[in-house]
């Protein structure tokens, strides 16, 4: 039986790759650091156990009506024991080979061998019953060696659903890491990715978490919920201690925005908020929030330049003393200083979404363009020096015009 179930195998070929091809194929994303080998090999030996396991199930249906077509009941259980053994502890081999390969990856971050194996799970999952039902007929060894074959599936993903918990819990990046311009960590593209992947698994993947008790949920969605936001939850707190690392206040905002808008929008086109909502139901209220405290911070950056808008001297008209005209020269100087400065610093910035970037630019230009033309109209008339192109360096406009100038890098 073990030969034929390998010839079946081989004609499985087509129903394998419209099984898995996404998260078999090279092309599938993962991340760089996983070891292209390793990731290769799991992936061989899913491919290689996929078909197997559907041709053993339907061989299993063939030979039981041909036994019993043929065989009195009375020996039924042993003939069709004796029939099945090889075969399964064939597949059982192999099986032990896929789950170890997995469970014994150092390459946390990645996770590439554990996708593999998401299609192999979710078909077993769901064939189980029907495959188990076959077997009733066998002995009680057979029984165990097939649902021991389950249990070391759902344990070897529980086990690797929990370690990239933790992996995005314990991320470290050093300062000389981070990216300078403040886009999107790596972290939380891969991620998001990494839940990607899961939301097409997610019935599999959280009646895995409902079997271990690892989540102590009442039902397997509620699982699964709960899992996706415990890792957004680790997520968010370490991109905000990442964030620390800058020095600067305009580009850590910046990076903070340029994440939590990230995982709005992406989580929300993928459907994933929507199916957590359960046990995280203002997500998206929550992220929206963020964005706009961080918004906050981020004008905050503009503030050592827009503090030298402020003249407190004399009214237009009037005749100015010569402290107060050196302090109107200053106020001018030490503003087109430091905008100047903030411009060349944050046009290095990057905000890759373009709805964000437009947003930022426009409300810089409604915030600090109104600052400047308030200040103007109180001084602009007024007599403080015979250079006035040299302090009045900007018309309201040109500072608009300056805005478009930020977020200039490509990320």
């Known amino acids: 039986m073990v030969r034929r179930l390998s010839a079946m195998a081989s004609l499985g070929g087509t129903l394998r790759r419209k099984g898995s091809a996404k998260f078999l194929q090279p092309g599938h994303k993962r991340q760089a650091s996983i070891s292209e080998t390793e990731a290769h090999a799991v992936e061989v030996d899913a491919e290689r156990f996929l ?54 990856s150092k390459q946390r971050a990645a996770h590439s061998p554990l996708f593999a194996i998401f299609p192999v799970m979710q078909w077993v999952q769901r064939c189980h019953p029907e495959f188990r039902e076959v077997l009733t007929t066998c002995e009680k060894s057979i029984l165990e060696v097939f649902d021991t074959m389950l249990v070391h599936f759902q344990q070897t993903v529980d086990r690797g659903l929990m370690d990239h918990l933790d992996a995005v819990r314990n991320d470290s990046t050093a300062a000389s890491n981070m990216p300078s311009d403040g886009t999107v960590h790596e972290l939380t593209s891969n991620t998001v990715s990494y839940l990607e992947t899961l939301a097409e698994f997610a019935e599999s993947v959280g009646q895995v978490l409902f079997c271990a008790g690892s989540l102590r949920e009442q039902s397997a969605e509620k699982c699964y919920a709960n899992y996706v936001t415990l890792v957004l939850t680790h997520l968010g707190l370490n991109v905000k201690q990442k964030a620390e690392a800058y020095s600067d206040m305009g580009l850590r905002a910046v990076f903070l925005l340029n994440n939590y808008n990230y995982l709005l929008k992406t989580l929300s086109s993928l459907g994933i908020l929507n199916a957590i909502g359960s046990k995280f139901p203002n997500a998206e209220a929550d992220y929206q929030k963020l964005i706009v405290d961080q918004k906050k911070e981020y004008s905050i950056s503009w503030t050592r ?36 400065d903030i411009i060349r610093l944050q046009s290095a910035f990057s905000v890759p979404d373009e709805e964000l970037k437009a947003t930022l630019r426009r409300e810089n230009r409604e915030y600090i363009c109104d600052l400047y033309k308030t200040f103007l109209q109180k001084v602009g008339d007024i007599d403080f020096t015979q250079n006035r192109d040299k302090y009045i360096k900007y018309r309201p406009e040109q500072i608009g015009t300056q805005m478009e100038r930020l977020f200039e890098s490509a990320g």
């Open 51 to 104: 078909p197997k396991y559907q041709a053993l199930l339907r061989l299993s249906h063939t030979e039981n009506q041909l036994m019993r077509q043929m065989l009195p009941s009375a020996l039924h259980p042993k003939a069709f024991s004796l029939l099945i053994r090889p075969a399964l502890e064939h597949l059982n081999t192999e099986a032990d080979t896929l789950t170890t390969a997995v469970g014994r």
């Open 305 to 340: 330049a827009v503090q030298h808008l402020v003249f407190r001297g004399s009214t237009p008209g009037a005749k100015l003393g010569l402290r107060d005209r050196k302090e109107l020269k200053e106020r001018f100087a030490n503003f087109n200083k430091e905008f100047d």
